[in-house]
Structure formats: structure tokens, C-alpha cells
């Protein structure tokens, strides 16, 4: 544990500096200007990658939500609602689903936005997501009427159009132009024009640093009152400015010196000089809270065999991470459901792999799966507090077990791009990371973190006919009995192949100056409807 303790003395002598002032120009942390209104922001990451359909990352979702719009949205209930769709029919056969677009609708560069643009947006999107490719799948054609209709016609009844098309979390099915969503999806749009009610100021980038957002004059919001993701999205403010902090004790002065005025995700240890300063509102603002990853790279050995995978789980002990990388138990519980506890598919089904948490049995079972000695590289994100700790604890438990193991520090967003690979450790490949899944994107078997297909997976691309024909069968399923028996079955094959290790569910508080107003309750952060006072 020596670079964990190394990692835990050094937050400590963070937080004895943490009352030390620094310059605002020495931050660079910018100053409001006098005619504009500035919500400045601490981001819980870099933003590198700018295409949240070629990736999952929550910072580009993020950055997504402020400059594109979705067809429907889900509300604070996880009940879909229309967003940029005004009406919608679907015909007694429930195979046509007819959708008209609302009135006013503008991309930032001044053109309309049309059905077409939004045909080309789902085609990119159900082509990454697992939601999506399962709705593709069960998809006849999709087309353009004219330009304000969209007509889906399915090759069977489905029973999560608007769920799908809707979801909240990564990958969100963002409207793009045409010209933009016909990008192969396995690569990076270059243009990002959306018509959310914030523009990206891509001139005032600089990745590693500042982010800016300018208001859309031409955005109209809906008229309903905004909930989670749906609702009227009114930009309250002329900017959002994004400025990212890698130390987390510089972004904590910046918050109590009033140089900034949210901050996005404080490390937890940081909490309580936040709670004691009367000028600062901590509080957890998603009720689901989040499920730490382990994740393998099925793909490259030691772990392209799941006896492997599973005797590496076996050595991992959620209370030695929620400990170790959270702390205060009230922001942390275990959790051996693939779906976050407290949500109706919660369930023990096979549990046990990862119940074990015992490094004897994991060296047992490491030695009965013949582990040769390959090296294990773990990506570990030394800006990401709680993921540099997960991968400091899971490197120590591998070792003890009798893993070779390697621990390759870099920035998340580094380790987003680097995760994509498929390559040869050698060559830039990897064989594990760490992070975590918002609750709201793994409450059923539909989200991408589960699939069992190599080819259209979520990275790590682990492989299982059974996993996958379960996946299949819980989308077209309307009895909810039979939804349940089908998700036990998809956990089932999760703890069978290892896909993932869960470190357990924790809840992250956001920490905020008391003249910001407006903030939504969500799973995800959103920043339309807040304002500065």
C-alpha cells in the first residue's frame, strides 16, 4: 500500500495549504467581465474529446448537453418528455412512429434544423450506444418525410422507442447537422455546430485549461419548467467558462476566494473545509449516486480468459476501495448488483465472485486459471482523485495476489483517448482502467457498460452469445416479471465472463457559492437555468 499511503500524505498536506490565497492571474482563472454575465465553473475533468457519441466520458456529455438538443429528454422520474419533438403518433400496430419537430428550431450557424439532420444524428448514435443498437436492431427503416418528419418503422412492436431516444446519460443521442452526423462514427466530428442553447467558442479553447460558452441568441426553450434533462432550457447566463484545476487544493482556493463559483466534484476529502466556510452549499445532487469500474481488456492477455478476469475480482473488496478512495461511509455503500441497489432490477444473482474479497482465494484461483506471469498495465488518472486511488488499491490486491503489475500515471482525459485502442500493450494498449457509471446509466441490461458483443461494445470488449441474446430479449419484453428473470440473466453473464469489477455505489457532493442559483436535481450536471447573483 506505500503509493496509496505516499497518495493519502500528500492530500493531507494539500489540506494544510488549502487557507493559502492565490492570484487569480496565477490561476488564470477568469475574471466576469463587467458586460456579461459568467457562471465559472471547476469541470470534474479535462475536456479533450469533443464528440460525446465517439465517447462515453461524462465530460464530454457534458459539454454536449450545453450545445446540442435531443429529440426527448428525461424528466426528474425517468419519464421521457418531447424536447425538440412538438408531436408524436404511433399506429395501432405499434410498428409507425411519426414525429414532428417543433417550430424554430436553429443550428448556431443560423440554418433550420430538419428531419433529415435528425435521421443522420440517430443513424451516428445507434451505432455506438447499446441502447441504440438494440432499437436499431428491431428497426425497419428510418426517414425523413419532409422536413419537419421523422417516420420510424419497426420490424416488430418495441417497448423502449422513446426510453432509448431519450436517455439521459452517455451515449445521449445528441441532434447534430447532417453534414456533421454522417461521420464515421468510430472517428471524431471536427465541426460542432448543435443548437443547444449554449455555442462552443472553440477560438477560446485550450485544452488542459478553459473551455467557453456564449449564450445562443436563437435558442427557444419549451415552456414547461425544467426537470433533469427535460423541461425549458433557458440560458440565465451570456457565458458558462469551464476552468480546469488538475490539483484539487488549488480548485478548492479558487472556490472559497470567490474566483469561481461551482465546483463540480470536490474530493470527498475536501468536504468538511467546505461545509465550515457559511459561504459555500455542499450537497449530493443525484439520489442514485455512481458504481465504480474495474474494468479488464478482454481482448489481451492475462485477462482474454475469464477465469483470470474472475480471480482478479475475487481479490477486490468493496469496502477497501469506498474506504480508501471515498471515505465518510454516509457517501458510500456496497452494492453486488450490476444495477445500482435501491432500483427495481437490483439483484444477487452470482454475485459471489465479487462478494469474495479475499486475496488467498484470488491467488488460488489465479494459479488453477494458469496465470503465466504477463504484466498487468493499469491506467491510473492521477488528476481523478477517487480513480487514481482505485487504481493504486487495485495494483496493490493484484500484487498480493501474485500479479505482475504496472501502473501507467497519466490525465483522464489521456486515458479516454488511450482506452479506444485495441493494440498490443507494446503498442499503446492497456490492460485495465477504472471509473464509474452514474446509477441512471446502468439500471438495466441495455446500457452499453453491458454489452457482450466485441465488435460494438463499450472498451474492454468482452464476448457472450448468451449475454447478448439476453440483452435481445429484455428490449422486446413488455412483462415486467419477465424483464426482471431476463436482467438476473444478463448479471448472470456478467459475474460468469468478469466483464467488469463493481467497487461499490458512492455519492459525490458538489460544492457551489450561495448566490448561484437555479440548479437542477439530476443525475447529470446540468448548467442551463443556473445564475449568479
Excluded at 450506444?129 to 419497426?154: E, H, P, R, W
Amino acid at each position: 500500500m506505500r503509493e496509496m499511503q505516499n497518495m493519502l500524505r500528500w492530500t493531507r498536506r494539500q489540506l494544510l495549504a488549502a487557507s493559502a490565497l492565490v492570484a487569480p492571474m496565477l490561476l488564470g482563472v477568469p475574471v466576469k467581465a463587467a458586460d456579461k454575465s459568467v457562471l465559472r465553473v471547476i469541470p470534474h475533468a479535462d475536456l479533450k474529446n469533443l464528440d460525446p457519441i465517439w465517447t462515453t466520458a461524462y465530460i464530454t456529455r457534458n459539454h454536449g448537453y450545453l450545445i446540442y438538443d435531443t429529440l426527448f429528454a428525461m424528466d426528474k422520474d425517468f419519464k421521457p418528455q418531447p424536447q425538440m419533438v412538438d408531436t408524436w403518433a404511433v399506429s395501432d400496430d405499434k410498428l409507425t412512429w411519426t414525429f414532428k419537430l417543433r417550430d424554430g428550431l436553429k443550428w448556431h450557424d443560423g440554418n433550420p434544423v430538419k428531419a433529415e439532420d435528425c435521421v443522420a444524428s440517430l443513424q451516428r448514435w445507434g451505432k455506438r450506444d447499446g441502447m441504440g443498437q438494440q432499437l436499431f436492431a428491431q428497426m425497419d427503416s428510418l426517414t425523413a418525410a419532409d422536413d419537419m418528419t421523422i417516420v420510424m418503422k419497426l420490424k416488430k412492436p418495441y417497448g423502449l422507442v422513446l426510453e432509448s431516444i431519450g436517455k439521459i446519460s452517455s451515449n445521449v443521442p445528441f441532434m447534430m447537422p447532417k453534414r456533421v452526423a454522417e461521420t464515421d462514427p468510430f472517428e471524431q466530428i471536427k465541426d460542432y455546430t448543435g443548437s443547444g442553447p449554449f455555442i462552443f467558442v472553440k477560438d477560446e479553447w485550450v485544452p488542459g485549461s478553459k473551455v467557453v460558452y456564449e449564450k445562443f441568441e436563437g435558442y427557444v426553450p419549451r415552456s414547461e419548467p425544467p426537470s433533469a434533462a427535460a423541461g425549458g432550457k433557458v440560458a440565465k447566463v451570456d457565458r458558462v467558462e469551464w476552468t480546469y484545476f488538475p490539483d484539487q487544493t488549488t480548485a478548492l482556493n479558487a472556490l472559497l476566494n470567490n474566483e469561481v463559483d461551482y465546483f463540480e466534484a470536490p474530493a470527498n476529502d475536501l468536504i468538511p473545509l467546505l461545509e465550515s466556510n457559511p459561504d459555500v452549499v455542499t450537497e449530493v445532487n443525484d439520489p442514485l449516486g455512481n458504481i465504480g469500474f474495474a474494468r479488464f481488456n478482454s481482448l489481451l492477455p492475462p485477462f482474454d480468459k475469464p477465469e483470470i478476469r474472475r480471480a482478479a475480482i475475487m481479490a477486490m473488496k468493496q469496502e477497501d476501495y469506498m474506504r480508501g478512495a471515498v471515505g465518510d461511509e454516509k457517501y458510500w455503500k456496497t452494492c453486488y448488483s450490476v444495477y445500482p441497489c435501491g432500483t427495481p432490477l437490483a439483484n444477487d444473482v452470482g454475485s459471489d465472485v465479487m462478494k469474495t474479497g479475499d486475496i488467498g482465494i484470488a491467488k488460488a484461483a489465479l494459479e488453477e486459471a494458469g496465470y503465466d506471469g504477463t504484466p498487468v498495465v493499469i491506467m491510473q488518472p492521477t488528476d481523478i482523485p477517487l480513480l487514481s486511488a482505485f487504481s493504486l488499491i487495485t495494483a496493490e490486491k493484484l500484487r498480493k495476489a501474485g500479479m505482475k503489475v504496472e501502473v501507467q500515471a497519466m490525465d483522464w482525459a489521456t486515458l479516454t483517448s488511450r482506452r479506444a485502442k485495441r493494440d498490443p500493450v507494446a503498442d499503446g494498449g492497456w490492460n485495465m482502467f477504472h471509473t464509474w457509471w452514474i446509477g441512471a446509466d446502468v439500471m438495466n441490461p441495455m446500457s452499453i457498460a453491458f454489452s457482450g458483443n466485441p465488435e460494438k461494445g463499450w472498451f474492454g470488449w468482452p464476448s457472450d452469445k448468451e449475454l447478448e441474446d439476453a440483452r435481445a430479449a429484455f428490449a422486446l419484453s413488455t412483462d415486467p416479471a419477465e424483464q426482471k428473470k431476463l436482467a438476473e440473466k444478463v448479471q448472470e453473464r456478467l459475474w460468469a465472463i468478469g466483464a467488469s469489477g463493481e467497487l461499490g455505489q458512492f455519492f459525490v457532493p458538489v460544492a457551489y457559492r450561495k448566490n448561484v442559483k437555479g440548479l437542477i436535481k439530476s443525475p447529470v450536471q446540468f448548467f442551463w437555468n443556473m445564475s449568479v447573483e
